[in-house]
């Protein structure tokens, strides 16, 4: 009975994310999504406003809870002992920098274990900071977020 | 209820294998690992010996079953319903070539989902053709294999 | 007034073949795909069959002329008096085989240049070699591959 | 008539910056370097100081135009009806990153085409922050950079 | 009789550095450690610290002198004489990075030469950066780093 | 007193292995160039011919002695009592087999040690078996390869 846990900043999530997590809800129990509190980026949107993004984009998915947590993330796992962290891949240098991540959380919390998915073809540029660009100087961002994200990224950027 | 289907060569397995495998083995409800019958390259070991090998190794693990296949993976996965490959990842180039075949197999089966594992450090630099190509001139392969693919080893290349 | 020159073995044209050359051929005035006549691996089809499969997928392109060469890209590029050869990349692995090409053919023949254009993603994946080995298992290359190209490899490997 | 669209920060211009604008405007019948008037980190040199400096780097180039923008560079694009963007690459990162680029803009707007060049072998660790980095400690940037800008460079980093 | 120069920012030294240059005394007729007084990115610890770490880490190691640099480092390895640089490399991203500077190096002093050493397998995850991290959140870094830089750590980062 | 171990097939050797072995030299008391003496890919020189060729291209170098080995290039350090094996680098790929042969190395004969230098940006491009193919159809490979191989290639590969 194995639950996944699907860390990440989600400043805002993108249909990348939707889509790696709705795919691990397939192959696990249930999925934890674990929004950082705290990114070391300034976050452009609330936790409460992440995890309300992610909330609305995840209704379709039974076996998904969506949480939050501040400082490392395998003292998160200990306490919702949680053994295996899903994540997306989308290049090269995500996974490189992934597999640090990976290597030194397996380091701080033997047994912890973590998983990849690949990002689909027509995502794998997709990301939170790239959208947040797009629209800031006001590109269309229809159809790389969930509807609800399109709408707040047109709230925080006004269009001049 | 999900199965995660490991396909290999496995010619021979290294303990890179098994532990990838040992470890999907706790996520899922159960993994088949599936042997390809004729690889590209003509395999040291018979297809026979190469299942044997995994068997031997893998006693321990409860809920593995080893079956082998000719042809297309995703037919394969379709034949046994199979919705989810799980594959070990070493280094970058690895990683190009698996995902090359991750989106070739979603292509051809859509629907079918790939995950990949990172091996542990200390088994980075470990793959079948290297570990051969040691046994071939005597080195020794001890702690890179499991004992009985060792043994294996030390008979078709006899020590001169 | 430039050519581009597009060198390749096309064993066969895959969409993304096609797909490059097509988009080549809106910024250069012409385009001359050059079909290498031996390649180091023996060819799946013969030097006719691959320039007819090239040109039957590029009617509808009017600035382009298949040609074909043996021995060196830069002689056939100084005969030819071309000055830039335009190449399609879909992963690092090609970028770093392609970058020493090109580095190679430039210390050769000095002013030949060389352009990169980028599969789309949705191609990423497609190269002939995996286009070969799915069609000789009986997998569906439909949309993978020109029609003409398609028929050819059904010829090649009858359904057993 | 295919006119290429070169942007970059140019922050400022390098040997390596040069080169590339110089071969692309050898296939093209004219290229326009685009400026990015507010690139994300703080320039060294204003806009007018480092649309000067390509002025005076180039001007023995005839079909090449110095343009900047603010925002988008896909709007930049579709005000002045360029269809492919052409960019100089160095090494692996920038592939990464410039291929994300290449494929965001492509999705902002159908049809935007990107090229790649690459930066001559003995050019290609140049940078122009390591070059701004070198300058600030009196390092020697002959040969790396336009005489104009290693001018500019020593007077913005005066000798102690 | 060559003398090796390992320079880095050491804030603060993990058990990778320490590793590279034992390493490194041993091929080496004495290896100088250049501390950057003042890195791009402002320290943890002082110049002062990360010289007591190093010093205290490496008493074992009889042909090892700590030292410090301000400005470029082709400058202080033409002052004390010094021909080869010698560095560390964990990863791809690493070698990209290392790779340009190298070059660079050699390009403001030609005959300076940079070799580098892998890091051991089972630390080629650990970055001072990441060692801060996990110290920040009160995570475990024993065997990361050397004892007094444990300590130093604790000390910046008590345990609320 | 520490001696590098340059091994190779050196089928045959270019300048960017002689620029290597020089630059090495300077470091080590000496350096030992141990030819594979039956690389898995038949050569196309003797194993005496590819040592001729290093003898007559470092004649100038005095710490260098040309050798060579069969089976296992740990078994030839642990004979001739090396530590410390030193090998040119030129692109990522290089780098991750490298990285590999050297970790399994030191796993089967811990304590010894590889070290890597990087190749010159302008022969960053350059392999033995690049130079081979263009000298068999009659390209220029002066400047790629020692005078007396160049004139070797011309006697393997006679112009039609």
């Known amino acids: 009975m194995a639950t996944a846990l699907c860390p990440g900043s989600f400043d805002p999530p993108t249909n990348g994310h939707i889509d790696v ?15 950082i509190a705290n990114p070391s980026k300034e976050p452009l949107f609330s ?7 992610l909330r609305d984009a995840l209704t379709h998915v039974d076996n998904v809870e ?10 998160f796992a200990r306490d919702r ?7 997306g ?27 990849f ?11 939170s900071s790239l959208v947040k660009e ?4 006001g590109g269309s961002i229809d159809g790389l977020v969930p509807p609800g994200v399109a709408k707040a990224l047109q709230g925080a950027f006004p269009t001049p």
Chains 1, 2, 3, 4, 5, 6 share one sequence.
């Open 21 to 35: 997590i709705e795919r691990a809800s397939r192959y696990f129990d249930s999925v934890v999504v674990a929004v």
């Open 47 to 53: 936790l409460e406003q992440r995890s309300d993004m």
């Open 66 to 75: 969506i949480a939050s947590f501040d400082g490392l993330l395998v003292d």
């Open 81 to 87: 002992d949680l053994g295996v962290v899903v994540k």
């Open 89 to 115: 891949l989308r290049a090269i240098s995500d996974f490189e920098y992934e597999l640090q991540m990976a290597q030194m959380n397996s380091n701080l919390s033997p047994g912890l274990d973590t998983m």
């Open 117 to 127: 998915m690949t990002a689909k073809p027509e995502w794998a540029f997709l990301s």
């Open 134 to 137: 797009v629209a800031r100087y």
